[in-house]
């Protein structure tokens, strides 16, 4: 028998203190939490502090498996137990008490309609939050994992998270698969997710100073990999999304590396080993 409440699921990967603070920001609001642990050695006074919490479902996994197999484990728990909605956090993500009472109001208002497969905040500055909007959702081709709330019965009908990539792209490809099977990916405009977007670096270059992001080596390696085979699966399907996904892997990725950042040799050698991987099929773990 399905369930009226959300479960939810967080991935852990060598979390900090912090990581306890953004899970009380949502917890209050699930039913049961289930915490996925990729983390090869588990710190032993954050376990301690994870186990003060109630409602936690702690999954240990004893090594990095991605963040693919990490949310379908947690999502997979929540089928089991009878859940129609899991909501999916990134540990380093979190809401305002506001904010999330605000995305379960709108989520108790939507969830009846049986097309959506995915229903998302945004996660920049939310100028809409407080008025009265004539349409406060955005259908979308895709949304990034952290603070979504899955429908479990598409989540089935889909197949899940494709756990060959590991990690990049992941999410990417569950909504397109969501989209070209018919059902709807919704961001609800007035529901702002506070979420820290990877590493950046100050540049100056041509007497200006900007700030662009960065990845280490065996990062480039997955997001080569990864897009590659994103382009390849989606090119007949979505290519207006493939063509802007490629300008941004060229103008963004690739052209960071050779102008502004630091590691260029290593970080070069990864994104020719992530090219020749996806041309011999290799996926998984770097």
């Not at 999304?241 to 941004?248: A, D, G, L, T, V």
Request: aromatic share 12%; net charge positive; glycine share 8%.
């Amino acid at each position: 028998m399905a369930k009226d409440g959300i479960a939810g699921v967080v991935v852990l990967y060598h979390p900090d203190d912090t990581v306890i603070e953004n899970i009380k920001t949502y917890l209050w609001g699930l039913d049961v939490l289930f915490a996925v642990d990729n983390t090869e050695v588990q710190s032993p006074g954050f376990l301690k502090e994870l186990e003060k919490l109630k409602k936690i479902v702690y999954i240990e996994n004893k090594d990095n498996l991605g963040i693919a197999k990490a949310l379908n484990q947690g999502v997979e728990r929540s089928i089991k137990e009878g859940y129609s909605w899991v909501l999916t956090m990134d540990q380093d993500s979190s809401f305002t008490h506001e904010m999330f009472t605000r995305y379960l109001d709108e989520f108790h208002k939507l969830k009846g309609s049986g097309n959506i497969a995915i229903l998302s905040p945004v996660q920049e500055k939310v100028e809409e939050a407080g008025r009265e909007l004539v349409n406060p959702y955005e259908e979308c081709l895709v949304v990034m994992t952290s603070g979504n709330l899955l429908n479990t019965s598409i989540f089935k009908s889909i197949g899940g998270f494709e756990e060959k990539l590991f990690i990049d792209e992941v999410d990417h490809d569950y909504c397109l698969k969501a989209n070209l099977a018919g059902y709807k990916v919704i961001k609800l405009k007035t529901v702002l997710l506070n979420h820290k977007l990877g590493e950046t670096q100050s540049v100056q270059k041509g007497g200006r100073s900007f700030t662009i992001s960065t990845h280490s080596p065996r990062r480039m390696y997955y997001i080569t990999r990864n897009n590659l085979y994103m382009w390849k699966k989606y090119k007949k399907a979505c290519p207006g999304f493939i063509k802007e996904r490629k300008n941004y892997f060229i103008h963004y990725n690739l052209k960071n590396i050779l102008y502004y950042e630091d590691k260029k040799i290593p970080k070069l050698a990864c994104v020719v080993k992530g090219f020749f991987d996806f041309m011999r099929g290799k996926y998984g773990r770097y």
